[in-house]
């Protein structure tokens, strides 16, 4: 099984698109890339533009290679409505766009869905389902918070396993900081897991002081009862400048038990770069 994150936070832009292989089936999860509208009171440094259309049109490439899309939800950073031609004669499986969903994400799931029928496209709504590809498998979660509550609305983790090895993506849980969010994960005991660590950057604000020791202990817990041997911290976590002595505790942990945590920058081999966290200071060092 090939893993490859195509755009993610620790690569500049807001994302968790990533693309999976096997020998059966090539499946792309959340092909979508935004930006923060507002970090330290500034708009996007050109810096950051230059990288999401670099990132889109990566993410397009791949989706173009692939047989099947996955949409876990519907906020604009894991999927784009207005490009709806790269998922021509595609299977694709979506986040139920009425159940278990906010007023905000619905709105865009029918705004989503009526743009679809320009183009040939398999759709089925995935949540809490299972597919086979060959010998490759295919498992989504039901649905859970986005975050610390259900104010962002919901959505689905994605497991795939070929035999050889096993990918969990968690999508946005924001750490996880829930026993429901974990749940699935230790179901499943992947060898790599993807996930959306807590919102550290915000933290005291929109992200509480509970829900970050909630998602050390539960990470700790992934770690502990599952053969993980790759965890992949990322998305709302990397907005966070000292994301790494933040997750200290987790680091640690794993490195005790030979699991090897990490961006996923690190784990694709690129540079890491945290344009957003880097707004202030990409706007001091060049004009823009």
Not at 241 to 251: G, I, P, T, Y
Not at 256 to 263: A, L, N
């Given at each position: ?77 894991h999927h784009d409505p207005n490009e ?205």
């Amino acid at each position: 099984m090939e893993v490859k994150p195509i755009a993610f936070d620790s690569m500049g832009v807001r994302s968790m698109a990533t693309f999976v292989k096997t020998s059966d089936v090539a499946i792309f999860i959340d092909p979508g890339v935004s930006l923060a509208p507002k970090r330290y009171r500034l708009p996007p440094h050109e810096i950051e533009i230059a990288r999401m259309n670099e990132k889109w049109s990566e993410i397009k490439k791949y989706v173009s290679e692939s047989d099947v899309a996955i949409v876990t939800h519907y906020h604009y950073d894991h999927h784009d409505p207005n490009e709806v031609e790269i998922f021509e004669s595609k299977k694709l499986l979506l986040k139920h766009p009425k159940d278990r969903i906010n007023r905000s994400q619905m709105g865009r799931a029918a705004y989503f869905l009526e743009q679809l029928e320009k183009v040939n496209v398999e759709i089925d709504y995935c949540d809490g389902k299972s597919y086979s590809f060959g010998n490759t498998a295919v498992e989504v979660s039901n649905p859970v918070f986005h975050g610390a509550d259900s104010r962002l609305g919901y959505v689905v983790e994605v497991y795939i396993d070929d035999g050889k090895g096993s990918l969990l993506f968690s999508s946005d849980v924001e750490g996880p900081n829930h026993k429901e969010q974990l749940e699935f994960m230790l179901e499943k005991n992947a060898e790599t897991v993807i996930i959306d660590g807590p919102m550290t950057y915000m933290l005291g604000y929109r992200f509480s002081q509970k829900s970050f020791q909630s998602s050390i202990e539960n990470l700790k817990k992934l770690i502990e009862k599952t053969d993980v041997k790759n965890l992949i911290l990322d998305h709302h976590l990397t907005r966070d400048l000292k994301w790494r002595d933040k997750m200290s505790e987790v680091f640690e942990f794993g490195k005790q038990m030979g699991v090897k945590v990490q961006s996923a920058a690190e784990f694709a081999g690129v540079e890491e770069e945290l344009l957003e966290a880097r707004r202030a200071e990409l706007y001091k060092k060049y004009k823009n």
